[in-house]
């Protein structure tokens, strides 16, 4: 499609300023006000397609090996940058000098503050290592007890909180933090992280949160950061609501959904509870979005025009995320030479897929 019929479809994104402000203890900067507006406007349009790790690294190379250029999967394959970026600062609370997928903490930033500057969403989760074993985030021992108030590494927690904070805040343009979304201890009703389900109670899950929360916004008083709360797909019993830890300590709804090579179960879930993540949030008068999505390899043809964009067109969503390209057996967008490559470029011409230059225009 000619990018001139596109643009006629898509139309120039504009500043919703009558969205009512969230009630919460520390002010947003204006820039963070700003991006909740952004989510807003953009629900209208379509949705934006993000990517994990999308400059950092993809298939065959890392930006670490050509700093210098701005490199995307994505924009190999489309000639359009994303328009969200999902990074993760795991092992950041360990004063690490990478994260858990090798990636500098310098590089983040500087990835970071240039997908802003270039009209990106930044979107941040944190697979933490577990505080009383020392493990990674898929050590199950019980630790959340530990670490709120009244726990044996409760200390230790505020000191990974700290350097949370810090790096936060350094990711920043003329001394002001960009806004970021933050979305911790995601996919809570699963039982794969130490914070999941039959790994601590679902009170103690809400403390964690909150506590969270109340450092990183009063006690180290960052104003930038949104926070998603985003559970995994829902199995028939699950109460999306169940860990929900009030309306003052979240800004956005989400959930995950992966496709495992099941595209009718897939869609199922993906309309299923889409439907209750839109009830929730326009109830509540928040954005919502697609927090987490894929299908590894991409081995189903015409996935993304034929299996996921139907089912995600009227959703009202903000944003999809698709999970990181870290190589040939574990990918989630295709790459240059790709068989699904075809099917991608179709996706992006479609009227409500809004990549970085479609929020841009």
Known sequence: MPLSCKNDKKENLKKDTSVEKDDIKTKRSIDTEDLIS???TISKKGFAIGHQDAT???LNWKHEDSPEVIKSDVKEVSGKLP????FDIGHIELNNTHNLDSVSFTTMRQLMIDAYKKGGIITVSWHADN???NGDSWDKTST???IIKGGKHHDKYQLWVKRVADFLKSVEINNQPIPIVFRPFHEMNGSW???GEGNCSVEDYKTLWIETVDLLRDTHQLNNLLYAYSPNKLNPTDDYMKYYPG????DIFGIDIYDFKDSEGFINSLQHDLAIVKEIADQKQKPYAFTETGLETLSTPNWFTEVLYPNLENTGISWVLFWRNARPDHHYMPYKGHPIVDDF???EALPKTLFLEDLTN
């Open 345 to 347: 470029k179709a996706f």
């Open 38 to 40: 952004k989510l807003y």
């Open 247 to 250: 309306d003052e300590y979240v």
């Open 56 to 58: 950092s690294y993809g």
């Open 83 to 86: 328009a969200v970026y999902g």
């Open 131 to 133: 505080p009383t074993s």
């Open 144 to 146: 959340v007890s530990d």
């Open 193 to 195: 992280f130490w914070w």
